[in-house]
C-alpha cells in the first residue's frame, strides 16, 4: 500500500538536511553490470532463455538496465527506518509486493517464502557438480566469487579447462551451467555482496525455485523487497554497501516520479515491465547528478507523483 500523510514542517527539515552534503549517505552499490554477465547471457540465452525465465521471471532484463547511484544515494536521505518509508515534503511512499511481482513479472499468490539457509562448503559445489574445493577458503564463510562461476560455467569450454574439479559428465554439466547462471545473476544484481562476492545462500533459493511435481510453487518476491527495505535501514546507519536490488529500486522510483495523463498505459501488453521501462518514461526529465536528486526530492509534493503505476490491477 502506498502511505500518504501530512507532515507539518517536514519541508523546512528536509530543505535544511539538504544543505550538509558532506552528511549524506553515500554507501557503494551495483554501478555498472559486469561484462561478463552480460556475455554469458547472450551465450545461454540462445537455447535455455525460456528455462531461465520460466525460474527467474523478467529478472534478466535488469542486465540491461543503466544503474542510477545519484538517484539511490539521495533517496536513501530520505527513508525513515521506523517506519520503513520515504518521507517527503507532504506525503509518504514505499515500494510495495504488488509493484515488484509486477517489474519481475514473478507472482506470489498462492506462493511459500524462500528462506534460504547457509550450505556447507561441499553442499554447494555438489549442487553444481563439482568436487570439494580447498582452494576456495571463502565458501566456509558463505561466499564465492563472481569469476570462479564464471570461469567454470560462463564459457564454452569451462567444463574442459577445469574438468579436474567436476564430478559430472559435460551433458550433465549443461544443466549446473545453468544454475550457476542463475546463482550468478541473483548474486549480481538482486541480492549483490560487495566485491563482486555472491553468496552460497543463493544455490539453496535457485534450487527451491525450480518447482517440483506436487510441491507449492515459490516465490523470490517478498525476498527481494524485504532485502530492499533492510538495505535502506542498513545504509541510513552507516552500511558501506547496497545489498539490495537498487536497479529495481530506481526503477520503482522514476515510475511513481513521472506524472502522467491517468489513462491506461500503452505499453500494459508489450512484454517485460523492466523491458520497456525507457519507452514508458521517454517524455520523463529526470534530475543528473546526485545534488539535483537531492533538490528533486527536497521539492516533491504528493500532487506531481503517479500514485498508481498503470499496470497494476489494483
Known amino acids: 500500500m502506498l502511505h500518504q500523510q501530512w507532515h507539518g514542517n517536514a519541508s523546512f527539515s528536509t530543505k535544511l538536511r539538504v544543505m550538509d552534503i558532506s552528511n549524506s549517505p553515500n554507501p557503494q552499490m551495483v554501478v555498472e553490470v559486469n561484462y561478463k554477465l552480460r556475455n554469458w547471457w547472450m551465450d545461454i540465452k540462445r537455447d535455455r532463455e525460456r528455462e531461465i525465465q520460466q525460474l527467474?521471471?523478467?529478472?534478466?532484463?535488469?542486465?540491461?538496465?543503466?544503474?542510477?547511484?545519484?538517484?539511490?544515494?539521495?533517496?536513501?536521505?530520505?527513508?525513515?527506518?521506523?517506519?520503513?518509508?520515504?518521507?517527503?515534503?507532504?506525503?509518504?511512499?514505499?515500494?510495495?509486493?504488488?509493484?515488484?511481482?509486477?517489474?519481475?513479472?514473478m507472482s506470489?499468490?498462492?506462493?511459500?517464502?524462500?528462506?534460504?539457509?547457509?550450505?556447507?562448503?561441499?553442499?554447494?559445489?555438489?549442487?553444481l557438480g563439482m568436487k570439494s574445493n580447498p582452494t576456495s577458503p571463502s565458501l566456509d564463510l558463505g561466499w564465492i566469487h563472481f569469476d570462479f562461476l564464471y570461469s567454470r560455467f560462463?564459457?564454452?569450454?569451462?567444463?574442459?579447462?577445469?574438468?579436474?574439479?567436476?564430478?559430472?559428465?559435460?551433458?550433465?554439466?549443461?544443466?549446473?551451467?545453468?544454475?550457476?547462471?542463475?546463482?550468478?545473476?541473483?548474486?549480481?544484481?538482486?541480492?549483490?555482496?560487495?566485491?563482486?562476492?555472491?553468496?552460497?545462500?543463493?544455490?539453496?533459493?535457485?534450487r527451491d525455485l525450480a518447482q517440483r511435481e506436487g510441491e507449492p510453487r515459490k516465490t523470490l518476491v517478498p525476498m527481494i523487497l524485504a532485502e530492499i527495505m533492510r538495505s535502506l535501514s542498513a545504509c541510513v546507519d552507516g552500511r558501506i554497501f547496497f545489498e539490495g536490488c537498487n536497479l529495481l529500486l530506481q526503477l520503482w522510483a522514476i515510475e511513481h516520479f513521472y506524472l502522467r495523463s491517468d489513462v491506461v498505459d500503452i505499453f500494459l501488453g508489450y512484454g517485460n515491465k523492466i523491458d520497456n521501462h525507457p519507452r514508458r518514461m521517454v517524455a520523463f526529465t529526470a534530475p543528473v547528478g546526485f545534488v539535483d536528486w537531492q533538490i528533486f526530492l527536497t521539492e516533491l509534493e504528493s500532487y506531481r507523483i503517479q500514485w498508481k503505476l498503470h499496470w497494476l490491477s489494483t
Open 154 to 206: 560462463g564459457q564454452d569450454d569451462g567444463y574442459y579447462f577445469f574438468i579436474d574439479e567436476f564430478e559430472c559428465s559435460v551433458e550433465e554439466w549443461e544443466t549446473y551451467r545453468l544454475n550457476a547462471f542463475d546463482i550468478a545473476l541473483l548474486g549480481s544484481l538482486v541480492f549483490p555482496k560487495i566485491r563482486g562476492r555472491i553468496d552460497t545462500r543463493l544455490g539453496y533459493v535457485v
Open 56 to 105: 527467474l521471471g523478467g529478472i534478466t532484463y535488469l542486465i540491461f538496465v543503466i544503474p542510477n547511484p545519484h538517484l539511490i544515494r539521495a533517496l536513501i536521505e530520505f527513508w525513515d527506518p521506523v517506519r520503513m518509508v520515504f518521507k517527503f515534503v507532504d506525503f509518504d511512499l514505499a515500494p510495495t509486493i504488488e509493484e515488484i511481482s509486477g517489474f519481475i513479472d
Open 108 to 127: 506470489y499468490h498462492e506462493c511459500e517464502m524462500i528462506v534460504p539457509y547457509k550450505p556447507s562448503s561441499r553442499e554447494f559445489l555438489k549442487s
